[in-house]
């Protein structure tokens, strides 16, 4: 295959930066989802059809769908990450690109941290964007509907990134889809509160600069603690395998 | 004879309350190609996810230029190479991009260079052919492409045969040799004859019958 | 000190020092247990809101306090599973969760059952009661990765990280429940406010926290005996106790 000499192999001192290496790896998952772009629709269409279902199943009335509507909205938001994370590393996992990145020389909760990125870029960024359109469907007035993308755009981050940790957690396993959701669904239920009170307290004219200062802090906390969970998870999986 | 890369003193892994292998020792130096040998079960792959540090499942020492190897975890990765059995390729990206993305990590090379080593392990026109419809083969070639132009002194290399044509084989078991004279490391776990001179033997597969 | 941290991991040595410790932490438990639930249901005073109905605190209380102390057992034993690799922390943890995911239940269904009475339905979305029920949940999600990882330590390791992730965000879900409670429902009364318990009230109940407490410690020896037995089984001790034992 090769017939040139090379120079006498020596060890290597200096490697890719870890800035350099977390963009390769951002990058490429970026790459390898718009080479399969039903993937990315996916949750979309699942967050539209679960939205919906409220007024089939509940009632269209304009009182209840403005009452529940930021919750509604919330639910479905948060059901739609919980569904896109199995990807988060199953495909990374089977085809064997993930023993590469966990071997890469450099600190792999970095390296999780721009995975998750590029998972929150693909799933939950394009739910914010689509949430003034299923706002007005459910009679959000004006001044939610731009709350609501806001905690919605402070809060899917942390979805993703508590959810990173458990489908590191459930990697490998049969069913893993469900346990995923057994593990993650209850660590979620402070973002989901928080999220649907300040659009509540904004429907009732109180200032909401309080609450999203808290929900910034729930996102500081989890971009610096929930990268280190789900780095260690993911060598615990991939020990297993 | 040289310091050596990588020793291992008293490994000892279980696996699903059967014991794998105990007391196992031995050193990896520079400029020798390492055979693992056993029959199928014998823990074979789980020595070299274990020596590249996927498998936590073990106790003993494992040391990296003398130093504890969990204490110099980056300069190790830096420095071991590891192919498995999944070939860590995206099978919707080109060989092209496979071979990019997984060079960005260790050390980006410009693409003529990348093209040079698909070109040598007999990919070329197919650099830019999305690798879900290139054959096992070819898929595995692409990973092993990796090989004509990374530099790291220790690989691990679990099963690279598997997939590739008689052609294939002679070329990597040059490759290899080469690698040694060199001054490289290499660990193998293979089902093929290896012809190579001065190659060494780790053996495995007798520890499994004995109990606590 | 490093010795006897090695001795304490070794489960030989637990097993033999429990089944020590076991008969007086059943008969002490036991009998505090008895005494304050006794004590508290027959003998301590009405409550001049709620009448006699106050009383299942006795049960209550003691059921969902132990509850929660355990998790924070569990999170420590985590700890010490993943920094140090002892093989009892993980037996620990394993034995534990499901005996806490009872009491959390016994202490949701006393709630449910206090609350009849008292607000005239089985459930409200009570502060209290919700934090107890996403305990329920943290404590169902920790016996289900346990149960679907095959590999013993894996599943270990797997858990131990749940566990911590669970316990650093206990708080956030007790801060954040407590103040969506406020705002939904302001100004119910709480179950379990006491800002003047009479001693009468408060000294059966400290009784019965201890000595469900102590029986909380037999009943996590018993089943951290059985785990060890079931991990040891090819063992030489347990051989050589098994054959003694049938002789």
Redesign the interface.
């Known amino acids: 295959?090769?017939a040139d000499?090379?120079?006498?192999?020596?060890?290597?001192r200096n490697?890719?930066g870890a800035f350099?290496?977390m963009k390769?790896?951002f990058?490429?998952d970026l790459?390898?989802a718009f080479?399969?772009k039903q993937d990315l629709l996916n949750p979309l269409l699942f967050f539209v059809m679960v939205v919906s279902l409220f007024p089939l199943g509940v009632s269209p009335e304009v009182s209840f769908l403005r009452e529940a509507g930021a919750g509604i909205l919330w639910v479905a938001a948060l059901l739609s990450v919980l569904l896109s994370l199995d990807h988060l590393f199953r495909?990374d996992f089977?085809?064997?690109?993930l023993?590469?990145?966990?071997?890469?020389?450099?600190?792999l909760f970095l390296l999780v941290l721009a995975k998750t990125l590029a998972h929150w870029m693909l799933t939950g960024l394009p739910l914010v964007l689509l949430t003034p359109v299923l706002g007005v469907m459910v009679h959000q007035e004006g001044n939610s509907i731009a709350v609501l993308c806001l905690t919605l755009l402070i809060g899917t981050p942390v979805l993703s990134l508590?959810g990173a940790?458990g489908a590191a957690?459930?990697l490998g396993?049969?069913?893993a889809g469900v346990?995923l959701s057994?593990?993650i669904?209850?660590?979620y239920?402070?973002v989901l509160?928080?999220g649907t009170?300040t659009v509540?307290?904004a429907a009732d004219g109180a200032s909401v600069g309080a609450y999203v200062a808290l929900m910034a802090a729930?996102l500081v906390l989890a971009v610096t603690?929930a990268p280190f969970?789900a780095a260690?998870?993911l060598?615990?999986?991939?020990?297993?395998? | 004879m040289s310091e050596p890369l990588l020793q291992a003193v008293n490994l000892q892994c279980e696996r699903d309350e059967r014991v794998l292998f105990r007391n196992l020792s031995f050193s990896i130096v520079?400029g020798t190609v390492t055979r693992v040998e056993g029959p199928n079960g014998s823990g074979k792959t789980t020595l070299l996810r274990i020596l590249?540090?996927?498998?936590?499942?073990w106790s003993g020492d494992l040391k990296w230029?003398g130093e504890p190897r969990s204490s110099v975890r980056?300069?190790f990765?830096?420095?071991?190479l590891?192919l498995?059995?999944?070939?860590?390729?995206?099978?919707?990206?080109t060989p092209m991009?496979n071979l990019r993305?997984?060079m960005?990590?260790?050390?980006?090379m410009p693409d003529d260079v990348l093209r040079q080593a698909l070109a040598?392990?007999g990919l070329s026109g197919f650099e830019n052919v999305?690798c879900r419809n290139l054959s096992a083969g070819q898929q595995r070639r692409v990973a092993l492409a990796r090989l004509?132009i990374a530099?790291?002194?220790l690989w691990l290399l679990d099963e690279v045969f598997t997939a590739i044509d008689a052609d294939g084989v002679n070329?990597?078991e040059?490759?290899l040799q080469?690698?040694a004279a060199?001054?490289?490391a290499v660990v193998v776990t293979t089902h093929h004859d290896l012809r190579m001179d001065g190659m060494k033997k780790i053996v495995l597969g007798g520890g499994a019958a004995d109990e606590c | 000190m490093w010795q006897w941290f090695h001795k304490l991991g070794s489960p030989k040595w637990f097993f033999g020092i429990a089944t020590r410790f076991m008969p007086w932490l059943l008969i002490l438990g036991l009998g505090l247990l008895a005494a304050g639930i006794v004590w508290g249901l027959a003998f301590a005073p009405k409550d001049y809101l709620q009448g006699n109905s106050y009383r299942i605190i006795f049960i209550h209380v003691p059921t969902a306090f132990i509850a929660q102390s355990a998790y924070i057992m569990m999170a420590v034993a985590a700890v010490v599973t993943?920094v140090w690799r002892m093989k009892l922390a993980d037996v620990f943890v394993k034995a534990v969760a499901p005996v806490g995911l009872v009491l959390t239940f016994l202490s949701l269904f006393t709630g449910a059952v206090w609350g009849k009475p008292t607000w005239g339905t089985w459930w409200i979305w009570d502060a209290r009661l919700t934090s107890m029920l996403?305990l329920l949940?943290?404590y169902?999600?920790v016996i289900?990765?346990d149960r679907?990882?095959n590999?013993e330590k894996?599943a270990a390791?797997?858990v131990a990280?749940?566990v911590?992730?669970?316990v650093?965000?206990i708080p956030?879900?007790k801060?954040?429940?407590e103040?969506?409670n406020t705002?939904h429902q302001p100004a119910t009364f709480k179950l379990t406010e006491k800002p003047s318990m009479p001693a009468e009230m408060w000294v059966p109940l400290v009784l019965s926290i201890l000595g469900l407490y102590l029986l909380f410690g037999w009943l996590a020896c018993l089943r951290m005996q059985t785990e060890i037995l079931q991990r040891e089984q090819r063992t030489k001790w347990v051989r050589e106790m098994i054959t003694a034992g049938r002789s």
């Open positions: 295959m090769n000499a090379r120079p006498v192999i020596k060890p290597i490697g890719v350099a290496a390769a790896v990058a490429r790459k390898v080479r399969q495909h089977d085809d064997g690109t023993e590469q990145l966990v071997l890469q020389p450099q600190p508590i940790i957690l459930t396993l049969r069913s346990l057994l593990l669904i209850p660590l239920i402070p509160i928080f009170g509540a307290a729930f603690l969970a260690a998870a060598r615990i999986s991939l020990s297993n395998g | 520079p590249a540090g996927l498998n936590d499942a230029c980056e300069e990765q830096r420095n071991m590891y498995g059995h999944r070939p860590g390729i995206k099978s919707l990206l991009e993305a997984l960005a990590a260790r050390r980006p040598g392990t999305p004509l530099d790291e002194p070329a990597i040059t490759l080469q690698r060199e001054g490289g | 993943l996403i949940f943290l169902g999600g289900a990765l679907a990882i590999d894996s390791r797997a990280v749940l911590l992730v669970g650093v965000n956030i879900i801060y954040s429940v103040w969506w705002l």
